[in-house]
């Protein structure tokens, strides 16, 4: 029966354990000096290997082999019956399953028995946290007062659970998590003793995938071994572990910069087709998003153990983004990260974490296009200079003006009132200044409008007074959709007229020929403005004009 590789290749001496010297060398001088405690307690995360210094140690109190230094040496009876699972005087006990007081008092009135084996008879408890507080309390005086044949060793993934009673009766070492380098070693030494295969970049990817526990990564290797005649490809290895290439994930974090949304929904999309996991993506986010992070705030001071030509990518590409754009994105694909595994649509929590990501600031505006001036913005200074038109002065004496005609009133401040259905405005001047304003003016009202409208597109005016809003995608129609009142009102601010909005797929809306078409009123609001002033001071407007 065939073993997993992190079973088969397991450390035999304290010199394999990769990435914990500190605490390798602690142990190996305190086994050359006859000093080795009666506890321990080793903290960690996972696949750090706390349990297999354990059994080290186990290995190494009972060897029996000359020269201490050479403990364990891995030659010796007990330390091929410890190998091997034989060896009487080492017990492993799971606090997983053993949680109960009664287990642990089992534990104490064996433990008088003298060795039938070795030196010493050594205890093993891994996920000692998960033990109730009843056991603890049983455990507390035996591990104060143990046998002199006795050993412990407490191993938790969990140090904070650990009653700081049980804590200072044992000599602690914490466990730290392996740098990609250390895994990529360590994957690179089991390929050579399999007679294996595989591509340097399949094997990059599983180190990394590993996240510094080096089990998790020999496990992820173990499932990707075929036959023997077999390579460990990166296609293959994507496949399997569901990861997006990297290429994707530079290029989605280079659309976030250009606030290219249809870009990066594209890019999604595809890795999804192609076999992605939508939580597995939004970790390769985070992951990428937190270096380029690390690099914009420490440059080459920050230590990432990566490739050197992927660093200067990161760097070039740091240089380019904005912090605050960089840790929204991070904490929107973070939060897509957990929320995915509840969502009925698996896909959304990855698409709604780009979007909200897209950057705030607008994107470069288009040519300016000459305004003409409508009632709604007659307050606005003219571009351009109207027609001359004449105007006849009436001659009349200071005394006829004093009595005759009354001062004029001074006109009140303008209000602001109802405007006519038709608007004035026409689609092009939509598409100029108005809409940009109108984003970052309905984006005070929800952020999320803001993100849902950088992704759409003025199709047209209907009727005057509707102003049609094009969507991509079905659900970015539904969401605006949702929050219409609120766009409805920015656009109203900033337009300074109540106006309406539609939303529709752009595949499916038709622009209709009896859409709103601008007339040229310039003319006619000028007359009207001359007729005004005449009336008020004594001018008179002849018929020619």
Not at 212 to 227: H, I, P, T, Y
Request: charged share 20%; glycine share 6%.
């Amino acid at each position: 029966m065939s073993q997993a590789l992190y079973r088969k290749w397991r450390p035999a001496r304290f010199d394999e354990i990769i990435g914990q010297e500190h605490i390798t060398s602690t142990l190996k001088n305190s086994v050359l000096a006859d000093r080795v405690g009666h506890a321990y307690l080793f903290c960690g995360p996972r696949g750090t290997g706390k349990t297999t210094t354990a059994r080290l140690l186990a290995k190494a109190v009972n060897c029996t082999h000359e020269d201490p230094s050479e403990r364990p040496c891995d030659e010796c009876r007990p330390c091929q019956a410890i190998a091997s699972g034989r060896f009487l005087d080492l017990i492993e006990i799971d606090a997983a399953s053993n949680t109960g007081v009664d287990d642990i008092r089992d534990l104490r009135d064996k433990i008088n028995f003298s060795p039938s084996e070795g030196r010493f008879k050594v205890y093993i408890i891994d996920e000692v946290h998960m033990l109730s507080t009843a056991a603890f309390n049983a455990l507390l005086k035996t591990l104060e007062e143990p046998p002199p044949h006795a050993k412990f060793v407490l191993a938790t993934t969990e140090e904070h659970k650990v009653p700081m009673t049980i804590k200072s009766r044992c000599q602690q070492f914490n466990f730290r998590l392996l740098s990609t380098q250390e895994i990529l070693t360590r994957l690179n030494s089991l390929i050579d003793r399999e007679g294996l295969q595989a591509e340097a970049e399949a094997l990059a990817l599983v180190a990394q995938h590993g996240a510094g526990s080096l089990r998790d990564a020999e496990s992820l290797l173990d499932q990707l071994v075929g036959g023997p005649q077999d390579v460990i490809s990166l296609e293959r290895t994507q496949m399997i572990l569901g990861t997006a290439s990297s290429q994707n994930i530079s290029d989605l974090v280079a659309a976030i910069g250009r606030a290219d949304g249809p870009e990066g929904l594209r890019i999604i999309h595809e890795a999804l087709a192609t076999g992605a996991d939508t939580r597995q993506f939004c970790r390769q986010m985070v992951s990428y998003l937190r270096d380029l992070l690390l690099i914009q705030t420490a440059g080459t001071a920050v230590s990432l153990n990566l490739p050197e030509d992927q660093i200067l990518v990161l760097q070039k590409q740091a240089q380019t983004m904005s912090r605050l754009t960089l840790i929204e994105a991070t904490r929107h694909f973070n939060d897509a990260a957990v929320s995915s595994a509840n969502s009925w649509q698996p896909q959304l929590p990855l698409e709604m974490a780009f979007i909200e990501s897209l950057p705030a600031e607008p994107q470069p505006a288009p040519a300016p296009v000459a305004v003409q001036p409508t009632p709604v913005a007659s307050s606005a200074p003219v571009q351009a200079s109207p027609p001359a038109v004449a105007v006849e002065q009436v001659a009349v004496p200071q005394e006829s003006q004093n009595t005759a005609v009354a001062p004029p009133s001074p006109s009140p401040p303008p209000t602001a009132t109802p405007s006519p259905p038709s608007t004035g405005l026409s689609l092009e001047e939509i598409k100029g200044k108005i809409w940009r304003t109108f984003t970052a003016r309905a984006g005070q009202e929800n952020r999320n409008i803001k993100a849902w409208l950088s992704m759409a597109q003025p199709l047209a005016i209907e009727g005057g007074h509707t102003l049609v809003i094009g969507f991509d995608l079905p659900f970015l129609r539904d969401k605006l959709e949702s929050e219409r009142h609120l766009a409805e009102k920015a656009l109203q601010d900033v337009a300074g007229h109540r106006m309406q909005i539609k939303c529709v797929l752009k595949d499916e809306y038709q622009v209709s020929t009896a859409s709103y078409s601008q007339p040229d009123t310039s003319k006619k609001n000028f007359r009207d403005e001359l007729e005004t002033f005449a009336k008020e001071y004594g001018g008179v407007v002849s018929e020619s004009d």
